[in-house]
């Protein structure tokens, strides 16, 4: 089974810079797929707008998901991917610079499966995606795709 | 007193009656009463003194018989056939009354009898003996044969029987007896022979009654051979018993009339003996007593019931009445106060009289009469004529009685005083002089015709007194009636009311300096009106009072600003119509009658040109002299702007809050990006950059990492300020735990002694609190990261114990002060006052890392509570920081 790809929902530069450079580091050879908005986001998760017509692709291995997103923000984009049966299992990891504490309740109440902060240092940065690969794309087993709970 | 003055039967009870023969037996009243009985028996008795003769009788009788028996002896010897008797004269002697002894007498007088008629030889020698013995008794004695003829007599018995010896013996009894009397004593004679023993018998001749006792002489074969007569004459006592017989009757008569009278009367009657015991008392009184007395003495009853005489002295047994009757001294009404053993008291009047027989005092007769009730009476009389005389003293003029007649008979003291009059003279109608010149005629006319008409008595008049000052007098009397309707006498009061003349003099000057006042006091009313008018007006606030039923009753200047209605339309309409919530406006004042007053009431008032207007109401109830509740006073405060100003705090703080989440979000991102190309950069580019240009790079990436710890603790501290508290009780004890627990997990390799008390406990926030108790054990771990025998302590101790707390903390003495100690490196405490402001630090980075926001994040947090947080330290001594989070006047 070819290895899916990752959704990096990022409007940054900088930070998908960062992120793609610290996930490089890390041999992740999963395609990074990056989204710009949370638009772009939904349109590649469920192949509308400029994704439509995509056909039937697999959905993504992970969406490493920025809370502040131009257009749709992080938090609406989670709350329409929980609300359509096809991707209710896709796993969700919000990777935002903020800690605050309704972002993090907020993230978790629509159904994310992790909150990751990114750090100012980046080798903790680095550290951190590190982590996030191994876990999510070694050790975890997703839900088989299109399952039914 | 002699005894037989008494007015009683008793008298003749005691006195001796002079009647009863002296030759009778010792005396001896067959029917007494008995409580009399034991009286008679101590009666001195003369008869008693005859035990001296008997005995010496008793001696010569036993002579006697031994000289019969010595004779009888001799005699038998020589004449067995009898002797002759011979009377003879003898001398008197005492009278013997012992029956026995007369029985001895007479046997021993029969023998020598028999004797005098054997012995013949002896007649020369003992007839005069035999003679005197025969002589001896007043007694008859005769010697009969027998068939009844005349043997011999003793020379009393011819006397007797009035006939000399020759003519009476050898005679039988028929020849010298009549037939009756001859009978009689043959038939006794006969009876003595027949059965040879003696027999008594009385019978009575030409008037004399006899006893007579015939005895028989026996021979020595033991027949009879003669019979011995003795006769006495009893006449005299025949006749003295008849008498007492009658005495006897008249005595049980007399019993019984005292008896009756004793049970009839209601006084206490005991009668005493000599020696002072009762012997007899009357139904009266055992319940006066409490017991019956009878047979009871008097120190007996004297130490049973206490005596008083009238003014309380007590009476001892020998100064009891009857203790001085019994001397001799006849005591009348006496009185005494007796108190019973069972504590009962009553007032007695005692009379008490010796009893005398021939002058000497053989008892005593008591008689007690309660006076009780009459004392009571007395003493209420008494009391009774003090009451009405204080009362008549206590009234200026008092009071007065006159006769029907109209003439004073009493007039109490304070008016005669007043006037100078006697109450001699006042009777004599000397009032009327001094009755003022104008008056005197009149009430001495209307007095008269009063008394005539018998009316009743009211009239005003003046008196001169003895100052000469003349008296406002008011007098009133009626005429006391008695049953049949006649005037017993007047009776009045006179009212000195001179001072009430002056009252009403004053009142009226009273009145008119009232009056002025009062006209005074309302100028100043209304000015004072005016002045609070003019303050009310002045008021910007819309000031109105309304009415219970929620009517406006006035409003000010303010109030028609604010509504745009004038005063007058204002007043009398509906005070909740003014308002866009007219429900609410009406709840209010629905209130403020309710509960007295309300506080920041919010209305909004509503202008007739449609602006509205927040409003604050303040409002009371306002209460009448009385406190009744008049109305309510309601003052409303213009919040628009204040609330306004709220809004535009909202609005900053919402600002505040979005500039918070950008700076959370967006502020980091760059930092970020120079720090991640910095070090892609070092990574990449390392070979290309020299030492310093590497440097550089470490320095700008340890710069964004700065920068992100001071963004992240100035959000935190951001964060301490906005949020919302929620106060539960927190156990801080376990939170300092879990704070210590983390401390050594990230720092393991650090020996740290902490010390945590156990059981502190605080009403807060947990989430705050764990923040400021976290931020401030991080801050003492860091300090004395120095030490290698780091001490940290958390604890509390009372406010009281502290030495130095700071000034102004308003908490009670017990409130818990926490503290946390550490003995690491301290600071100076003139920088103490820096301390708590974020980013505020004491120390180098280089020394001690940090950004300097913990404390001022405690701070926050101690403040948000409402309590308040200080420090003592010194430097290289340790710092201790205490806190207290009961918030100020909670």
Same mark, same amino acid.
């Given at each position: 089974?070819?290895?899916?790809?990752?959704?990096?929902?990022?409007?940054?530069?900088?930070?998908?810079?960062?992120?793609?450079? $610290?996930?490089?580091?890390?041999?992740?050879?999963?395609?990074?797929?990056?989204?710009?908005?949370?638009?772009?986001?939904?349109?590649?998760?469920?192949?509308?707008?400029?994704?439509?017509?995509?056909?039937?692709?697999?959905?993504?291995?992970?969406?490493?998901?920025?809370?502040?997103?131009?257009?749709?923000?992080?938090?609406?984009?989670?709350?329409?991917?929980? $609300?359509?049966?096809?991707?209710?299992?896709?796993?969700?990891?919000?990777?935002?610079?903020?800690?605050?504490?309704?972002?993090?309740?907020?993230?978790?109440?629509?159904?994310?499966?992790?909150?990751?902060?990114?750090?100012?240092?980046?080798?903790?940065?680095?550290?951190?995606?590190?982590?996030?690969?191994?876990?999510?794309?070694?050790?975890?087993?997703?839900?088989?795709?299109?399952?039914?709970? | 007193?002699?005894?037989?003055?008494?007015?009683?039967?008793?008298?003749?009870?005691?006195?001796?009656?002079?009647?009863?023969?002296?030759?009778?037996?010792?005396?001896?009243?067959?029917?007494?009463?008995?409580?009399?009985?034991?009286?008679?028996?101590?009666?001195?008795?003369?008869?008693?003194?005859?035990?001296?003769?008997?005995?010496?009788?008793? +001696?010569?009788?036993?002579?006697?018989?031994?000289?019969?028996? +010595?004779?009888?002896?001799?005699?038998?010897?020589?004449?067995?056939? @009898?002797?002759?008797?011979?009377?003879?004269?003898?001398?008197? %002697?005492?009278?013997?009354?012992?029956?026995?002894?007369?029985?001895?007498?007479?046997?021993?007088?029969?023998?020598?009898?028999?004797?005098?008629?054997?012995?013949?030889?002896?007649?020369?020698?003992?007839?005069?003996?035999?003679?005197?013995?025969?002589?001896?008794?007043?007694?008859?004695?005769?010697?009969?044969? &027998?068939?009844?003829?005349?043997?011999?007599?003793?020379?009393?018995?011819?006397?007797?029987?009035?006939?000399?010896?020759?003519?009476?013996?050898?005679?039988?009894?028929?020849?010298?007896?009549?037939? +009756?009397?001859?009978?009689?004593?043959?038939?006794?004679?006969?009876?003595?022979?027949?059965?040879?023993?003696?027999?008594?018998?009385?019978?009575?001749?030409?008037?004399?009654?006899?006893?007579?006792?015939?005895?028989?002489?026996?021979?020595?074969?033991?027949?009879?051979?003669?019979?011995?007569?003795?006769?006495?004459?009893?006449?005299?006592?025949?006749?003295?018993?008849?008498?007492?017989?009658?005495?006897?009757?008249?005595?049980?008569?007399?019993?019984?009339?005292?008896?009756?009278?004793?049970?009839?009367?209601?006084?206490?009657?005991?009668?005493?003996?000599?020696? %002072?015991?009762?012997?007899?008392?009357?139904?009266?009184?055992?319940?006066?007593?409490?017991?019956?007395?009878?047979?009871?003495?008097?120190?007996?009853?004297?130490?049973?019931?206490?005596?008083?005489?009238?003014?309380?002295?007590?009476?001892?047994?020998?100064?009891?009445?009857?203790?001085?009757?019994?001397?001799?001294?006849?005591?009348?009404?006496?009185?005494?106060?007796?108190?019973?053993?069972?504590?009962?008291?009553?007032?007695?009047?005692?009379?008490?009289?010796?009893?005398?027989?021939? @002058?000497?005092?053989?008892?005593?007769?008591?008689?007690?009469?309660?006076?009780?009730?009459?004392?009571?009476?007395?003493?209420?009389?008494?009391?009774?004529?003090?009451?009405?005389?204080?009362?008549?003293?206590?009234?200026?003029?008092?009071?007065?009685?006159?006769?029907?007649?109209?003439?004073?008979?009493?007039?109490?003291?304070?008016?005669?005083?007043?006037?100078?009059?006697?109450?001699?003279?006042?009777?004599?109608?000397?009032?009327?002089?001094?009755?003022?010149?104008?008056?005197?005629?009149?009430?001495?006319?209307?007095?008269?015709?009063?008394?005539?008409?018998?009316?009743?008595?009211?009239?005003?008049?003046?008196?001169?007194?003895?100052?000469?000052?003349?008296?406002?007098?008011?007098?009133?009397?009626? &005429?006391?009636?008695?049953?049949?309707?006649?005037?017993?006498?007047?009776?009045?009061?006179?009212?000195?009311?001179?001072?009430?003349?002056?009252?009403?003099?004053?009142?009226?000057?009273?009145?008119?300096?009232?009056?002025?006042?009062?006209?005074?006091?309302?100028?100043?009313?209304?000015?004072?009106?005016?002045?609070?008018?003019?303050?009310?007006?002045?008021?910007?606030?819309?000031?109105?009072?309304?009415?219970?039923?929620?009517?406006?009753?006035?409003?000010?200047?303010?109030?028609?600003?604010?509504?745009?209605?004038?005063?007058?339309?204002?007043?009398?309409?509906?005070?909740?119509?003014?308002?866009?919530?007219?429900?609410?406006?009406?709840?209010?004042?629905?209130?403020?009658?309710?509960? @007295?007053?309300?506080?920041?009431?919010?209305?909004?008032?509503?202008?007739?040109?449609?602006?509205?207007?927040?409003?604050?109401?303040?409002?009371?109830?306002?209460?009448?002299?009385?406190?009744?509740?008049?109305?309510?006073?309601?003052?409303?405060?213009?919040?628009?702007?204040?609330?306004?100003?709220?809004?535009?705090?909202?609005?900053?703080?919402?600002?505040?809050?979005?500039?918070?989440?950008?700076?959370?979000?967006?502020?980091?991102?760059?930092?970020?990006?120079?720090?991640?190309?910095?070090?892609?950069?070092?990574?990449?580019?390392?070979?290309?950059?020299?030492?310093?240009?590497?440097?550089?790079?470490?320095?700008?990436?340890?710069?964004?990492?700065?920068?992100?710890?001071?963004?992240?603790?100035?959000?935190?501290?951001?964060?301490?300020?906005?949020?919302?508290?929620?106060?539960?009780?927190?156990?801080?004890?376990?939170?300092?735990?879990?704070?210590?627990?983390?401390?050594?997990?990230?720092?393991?390799?650090?020996?740290?002694?902490?010390?945590?008390?156990?059981?502190?406990?605080?009403?807060?926030?947990?989430?705050?609190?764990?923040?400021?108790?976290?931020?401030?054990?991080?801050?003492?771990?860091?300090?004395?990261?120095?030490?290698?025998?780091?001490?940290?302590?958390?604890?509390?101790?009372?406010?009281?114990?502290?030495?130095?707390?700071?000034?102004?903390?308003?908490? &009670?003495?017990?409130?818990?002060?926490?503290?946390?100690?550490?003995?690491?490196?301290?600071?100076?405490?003139?920088?103490?006052?820096?301390?708590?402001?974020?980013?505020?630090?004491?120390?180098?980075?280089?020394?001690? &890392?940090?950004?300097?926001?913990?404390?001022?994040?405690?701070?926050?947090?101690?403040?948000?509570?409402?309590?308040?947080?200080?420090?003592?330290?010194?430097?290289?001594?340790?710092?201790?920081?205490?806190?207290?989070?009961?918030?100020?006047?909670?």
């Amino acid at each position: 089974m070819p290895n899916r790809v990752i959704l990096l929902v990022e409007d940054n530069p900088s930070d998908e810079a960062l992120t793609l450079r $610290a996930l490089k580091k890390h041999q992740v050879i999963n395609e990074v797929v990056v989204a710009r908005d949370g638009v772009e986001a939904l349109d590649y998760i469920f192949a509308t707008g400029a994704h439509a017509g995509r056909g039937a692709i697999p959905l993504p291995e992970v969406v490493l998901l920025d809370l502040k997103l131009p257009k749709v923000d992080g938090l609406e984009v989670l709350r329409r991917i929980r $609300a359509d049966a096809r991707t209710r299992l896709l796993p969700v990891i919000m990777l935002t610079s903020s800690l605050e504490e309704r972002d993090v309740v907020a993230s978790y109440a629509c159904g994310a499966n992790s909150y990751v902060r990114k750090p100012v240092d980046f080798i903790e940065f680095v550290e951190a995606i590190r982590q996030l690969g191994l876990y999510w794309l070694v050790l975890n087993t997703p839900a088989p795709l299109g399952a039914e709970p | 007193m002699d005894a037989a003055s008494l007015p009683s039967p008793l008298h003749n009870i005691f006195r001796r009656p002079a009647a009863l023969p002296k030759q009778s037996p010792p005396y001896f009243v067959p029917y007494c009463h008995n409580s009399i009985r034991p009286v008679l028996l101590k009666l001195p008795v003369t008869t008693r003194r005859s035990s001296l003769t008997r005995k010496q009788l008793l +001696e010569e009788n036993a002579e006697l018989r031994a000289r019969l028996a +010595e004779a009888e002896e001799r005699l038998r010897a020589r004449h067995p056939e @009898g002797v002759e008797a011979a009377p003879g004269d003898g001398g008197g %002697g005492e009278r013997v009354f012992d029956p026995n002894e007369r029985e001895r007498t007479h046997q021993a007088l029969a023998s020598a009898a028999l004797a005098v008629q054997d012995v013949t030889d002896l007649r020369r020698t003992e007839e005069a003996t035999l003679r005197g013995i025969l002589d001896a008794t007043q007694e008859s004695i005769w010697l009969f044969s &027998p068939e009844g003829r005349m043997l011999m007599g003793n020379t009393i018995a011819f006397q007797r029987f009035g006939k000399p010896p020759a003519d009476i013996i050898g005679k039988h009894f028929n020849e010298i007896l009549p037939p +009756e009397l001859a009978r009689t004593r043959l038939a006794r004679l006969r009876e003595v022979v027949e059965f040879a023993r003696p027999v008594d018998f009385e019978d009575e001749r030409c008037g004399i009654f006899f006893h007579h006792r015939f005895y028989p002489v026996l021979d020595a074969a033991g027949q009879v051979t003669s019979v011995a007569c003795f006769s006495r004459d009893v006449t005299e006592r025949k006749r003295s018993d008849g008498e007492r017989v009658q005495l006897l009757t008249r005595l049980q008569e007399q019993h019984a009339e005292l008896d009756a009278v004793l049970a009839a009367i209601q006084d206490v009657v005991l009668i005493y003996d000599k020696d %002072g015991t009762v012997r007899l008392v009357n139904r009266a009184c055992v319940p006066a007593y409490g017991f019956d007395p009878t047979n009871h003495s008097l120190p007996d009853i004297v130490r049973r019931n206490s005596y008083h005489d009238i003014d309380g002295r007590p009476l001892d047994a020998e100064s009891v009445p009857t203790a001085r009757a019994l001397r001799g001294e006849s005591v009348r009404n006496a009185q005494c106060v007796v108190q019973r053993m069972d504590g009962a008291e009553a007032a007695w009047e005692i009379s008490s009289t010796p009893l005398r027989i021939g @002058g000497e005092v053989v008892g005593a007769v008591t008689v007690w009469h309660d006076i009780t009730e009459r004392q009571k009476v007395a003493e209420r009389l008494r009391q009774s004529e003090a009451l009405y005389r204080a009362i008549g003293e206590s009234i200026d003029y008092g009071v007065w009685t006159c006769a029907p007649d109209g003439r004073n008979t009493y007039a109490s003291e304070s008016f005669l005083k007043l006037v100078g009059l006697t109450q001699e003279q006042c009777s004599n109608f000397g009032w009327g002089a001094v009755l003022h010149p104008d008056d005197a005629h009149h009430t001495i006319e209307a007095w008269k015709e009063c008394v005539r008409q018998r009316g009743m008595w009211d009239i005003e008049h003046r008196v001169r007194g003895v100052d000469g000052q003349y008296h406002a007098v008011l007098a009133r009397g009626v &005429p006391v009636l008695n049953d049949r309707g006649e005037i017993v006498c007047w009776a009045g009061i006179n009212l000195d009311i001179s001072r009430l003349k002056r009252a009403e003099e004053e009142l009226r000057h009273l009145n008119a300096k009232l009056e002025q006042r009062v006209n005074e006091r309302t100028a100043e009313l209304t000015l004072a009106a005016q002045y609070a008018r003019s303050l009310i007006e002045a008021s910007l606030d819309p000031l109105v009072t309304i009415s219970a039923d929620g009517r406006i009753t006035d409003a000010n200047r303010a109030t028609e600003l604010a509504t745009g209605v004038a005063r007058d339309e204002l007043v009398g309409s509906d005070f909740s119509s003014y308002f866009t919530d007219a429900d609410r406006a009406r709840a209010g004042y629905q209130r403020v009658i309710a509960e @007295g007053l309300v506080r920041d009431y919010a209305l909004t008032l509503r202008h007739t040109s449609g602006h509205t207007m927040d409003v604050l109401y303040n409002a009371t109830v306002y209460r009448n002299g009385a406190g009744e509740v008049q109305g309510i006073f309601a003052a409303a405060r213009d919040i628009t702007h204040r609330n306004r100003a709220e809004e535009q705090l909202k609005a900053a703080n919402r600002d505040l809050e979005a500039f918070c989440y950008s700076v959370s979000h967006d502020l980091r991102a760059p930092l970020r990006g120079i720090d991640g190309f910095s070090q892609a950069l070092l990574e990449d580019y390392l070979d290309r950059l020299d030492a310093e240009g590497q440097g550089h790079l470490r320095w700008i990436r340890s710069e964004c990492q700065r920068m992100g710890c001071l963004i992240d603790d100035l959000l935190n501290l951001s964060r301490v300020g906005r949020v919302a508290i929620e106060r539960k009780s927190v156990d801080l004890t376990a939170l300092a735990q879990e704070i210590v627990a983390g401390l050594r997990r990230t720092a393991g390799n650090r020996s740290v002694r902490f010390q945590i008390a156990n059981g502190l406990r605080a009403e807060g926030d947990s989430h705050l609190l764990r923040a400021a108790l976290s931020n401030l054990l991080d801050n003492a771990w860091k300090y004395t990261a120095k030490r290698p025998d780091a001490e940290i302590e958390f604890g509390s101790l009372p406010l009281r114990a502290l030495a130095n707390p700071p000034e102004g903390l308003g908490c &009670p003495p017990a409130t818990p002060v926490f503290f946390v100690r550490d003995n690491g490196v301290g600071f100076d405490m003139a920088y103490a006052h820096k301390l708590f402001a974020p980013f505020q630090r004491l120390h180098s980075v280089k020394e001690f &890392p940090g950004t300097g926001i913990g404390l001022a994040i405690a701070h926050r947090v101690v403040h948000r509570h409402g309590g308040h947080i200080w420090t003592q330290a010194a430097v290289d001594r340790g710092a201790t920081f205490y806190f207290v989070l009961t918030p100020k006047g909670h």
